[in-house]
């Protein structure tokens, strides 16, 4: 959270994790996020384009707001998601503009993937 974000748009989020080391691993290995590690308490996740952190300073939160990513290929993306050990919370369903589904990361967060195809 170091540069100024865009007025009224999404600009960090952040996940209270039990073990950073296995968060890097899933988001990366599934969304090929990048991180940049702050002490043994906090890392900070890129996606390419929205950052936000990852942290074991504060207790795990499960729920709160659904963050939604997108993917080109929805299918390929559900496949690395179970792959990595994740669950499905919703099947994939379609809504006006695409397709979408939802999964629970190892940490119990209920996150979306959606695709316009």
Same mark, same amino acid.
């Not at 390419?48 to 499960?62: F, H, N, V």
């Not at 499905?88 to 006006?96: E, G, S």
């Given at each position: 959270?170091?540069?100024?974000?865009?007025?009224?748009? *999404?600009?960090?989020?952040?996940?209270?994790?039990?073990?950073?080391?296995?968060?890097?691993?899933?988001?990366?290995?599934?969304?090929?996020?990048?991180?940049?590690?702050?002490?043994?308490?906090?890392?900070?996740?890129?996606?390419?384009?929205?950052?936000?952190?990852?942290?074991?300073?504060?207790?795990?939160?499960?729920?709160?707001?659904?963050?939604?990513?997108?993917?080109?290929?929805?299918?390929?993306?559900?496949?690395? *998601?179970?792959?990595?050990?994740?669950?499905?919370?919703?099947?994939?369903?379609?809504?006006?503009?695409?397709?979408?589904?939802?999964?629970?990361?190892?940490?119990?967060?209920?996150?979306?993937?959606?695709?316009?195809?």
């Amino acid at each position: 959270m170091g540069t100024r974000g865009r007025d009224r748009q *999404i600009d960090n989020i952040e996940f209270n994790v039990a073990d950073i080391a296995r968060s890097k691993a899933f988001y990366g290995a599934v969304f090929g996020w990048t991180f940049t590690d702050y002490g043994p308490t906090y890392t900070e996740f890129s996606d390419g384009r929205l950052s936000g952190g990852l942290t074991t300073g504060e207790p795990i939160r499960p729920g709160g707001p659904l963050v939604i990513l997108y993917a080109d290929d929805l299918a390929e993306t559900q496949r690395r *998601i179970e792959a990595a050990g994740a669950t499905l919370t919703k099947p994939a369903f379609a809504f006006p503009g695409g397709r979408r589904f939802h999964f629970m990361d190892p940490d119990g967060y209920e996150l979306a993937v959606w695709s316009a195809q």
